[in-house]
């Protein structure tokens, strides 16, 4: 018999599915939104399903884990130094992608269509008639090309773009027109005319987004980065901005968040910053993704989405 803890913001929302499944052998469910009261509770779960912040709290206290179901595809919080691996860690994955898209081409969307520069305009009384661009022919590069950069692919796609991808080593994406790899940035980034981010933070990942590869980009590129900050060396974004090496930038992730009042980046005017919300980790979608993994779990079934902790992702 299982015993499960809910460590979630939304931890109500999360139990009623995982509750009208009908699990076998789940004897028991903690629901909680507050780590404190999970670490009073919880000592005798062995799975566990919410946030990674809030889940590196309680990890320590909770001897039987033997399974941990994130809720996010970022697991950073469980992968820092020091706290246990001694369990199954998977995370969410196959559901950001048409999140992601909806996020990455309503912006690529908005600077082709001139969308900000017409409503200042409508707020002018000015009649506009600059002509507007488009994305058919254009050339949007995919710092990673998993789950959601295959998502993105298909999507650029579909709207007649050329799809480069820079990956560890995979090749196979059929919507990618041409890979790269390794030492490959520079080739990688050049003539982009959009350089789009989703890669997870890992050691070989840190600030891979620095003043080499962004001076490679076409003074008419823009940077789009819905993945996550640590990628980026924000001081060698920011002078690409300011000096104009670099068209514009739509950032949702920063590797200090909140961002910080003093950050350059409010100030930048060619900067749009959406707060961390580019693909929300909604219950409806996550819940399944436990469910079917607990089925499998039961079953003896190798679990989809396993984190390896030592590629930390």
């Not at 309680?58 to 809720?71: K, N």
């Not at 930048?268 to 399944?288: E, R, Y």
């Amino acid at each position: 018999m299982h015993r499960l803890l809910i460590l979630s913001r939304r931890a109500a929302d999360y139990e009623r599915p995982i509750a009208a499944a009908r699990l076998p052998d789940l004897a028991a469910m903690i629901v909680t939104e507050d780590p404190a009261e999970a670490l009073r509770r919880a000592g005798g779960c062995d799975l566990a399903l919410g946030e990674p912040s809030l889940l590196a709290q309680v990890l320590p206290q909770m001897p039987a884990l033997q399974w941990v179901q994130a809720t996010w595809a970022g697991v950073e919080p469980l992968l820092a130094q020091g706290l246990r691996r001694d369990y199954m860690l998977t995370n969410a994955r196959g559901v950001f992608g048409s999140l992601m898209s909806e996020y990455v081409f309503g912006y690529l969307l908005a600077h082709e269509r001139l969308i900000l520069a017409r409503y200042a305009s409508q707020q002018a009384g000015r009649w506009d008639r600059t002509t507007p661009g488009s994305l058919r022919g254009k050339r949007i590069g995919l710092l990673g090309v998993g789950s959601i950069g295959a998502a993105l692919a298909r999507t650029a796609r579909g709207f007649g773009m050329r799809v480069h991808g820079y990956t560890r080593s995979s090749r196979d994406c059929p919507d990618v027109d041409a890979y790269f790899h390794g030492d490959d940035r520079v080739a990688f980034a050049a003539e982009l005319d959009y350089l789009v981010c989703v890669l997870p933070h890992t050691a070989a990942t840190h600030r891979l987004v620095d003043g080499l590869l962004l001076r490679a980009l076409p003074p008419r590129a823009v940077f789009v980065n819905p993945g996550r900050g640590d990628v980026v060396d924000e001081d060698a974004l920011a002078d690409a901005l300011q000096s104009g090496r670099l068209a514009g930038a739509v950032l949702d992730v920063f590797q200090r968040e909140p961002l910080p009042p003093e950050s350059v980046f409010w100030r930048l005017p060619n900067v749009l910053i959406t707060g961390h919300t580019a693909a929300i980790s909604f219950p409806a979608d996550i819940a399944p993704v436990f469910i079917d993994n607990y089925r499998r779990l039961l079953a003896g079934e190798k679990l989809k989405y396993e984190v390896d902790f030592e590629r930390q992702y």
